[in-house]
């Protein structure tokens, strides 16, 4: 992956927010959860990147670090904070967001198995550089609705609807900042809805919502 990636996400507007963590919410489309042998948690399954795991979206050269040998797509709608959040808030978290985006949770499905079967962490299988390509952000005022998908040259792969989320945004945020404190430039991918898979050289890889944004990006 290119580290020279620039460290801010970019809003549509121009305006750059400087990356801080990723916190990633697993198992919140129970087709999802069914397709990978599980079931929706009780409480939201959360795992972290580091801020180098972003790459810009758009025009992204993909690459399969070499310590694994299967790489798989996974496509969420990302929500990023623009304010740090005070501690103890429980409500009203949407004054806080910048926006949202389209993003992929990168993951190394070889390694994340091993990890399961060992009951080690997911950093490497998830929180690898370059594991969370990341759109433009584009501002909300309040929560929206969406619909999104990834085709691979030409043919759906993912189609997703927020409506179909077992915890919404809001009931998310709440969560991740009971927990951690979510601060300005922290992202919370918000879960991936079924039909994931590897990706192969040549592939292109083409994500949208609804109309609002379309993103395009390679596999090396
Ligand atoms: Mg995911």
Known sequence: MNIQSPRTFTMKDGTEIPIGTFYCIGRNYSAHAKEMGASVPDKPLVFLKPSTAYIPFENAVLTCPVFSKELHHEVEIAIVIGHDIPIGLQSGF????????????????????????KGEPWAISKGFAGSAPVSTILPFSTYPHFTFSLSINGEIRQKGDTNDMERTFEQLLAFCHSIFHLKAGDCILTGTPEGVGPLYSGDIIIAQIDDSLKMQCTIA
Not at 108 to 117: F, Y
């Open 94 to 117: 949407e004054k806080y967001i910048a926006g949202y985006g389209i993003a992929l949770d990168l993951t190394l499905r070889d390694i994340q198995k091993i990890a399961k079967e």
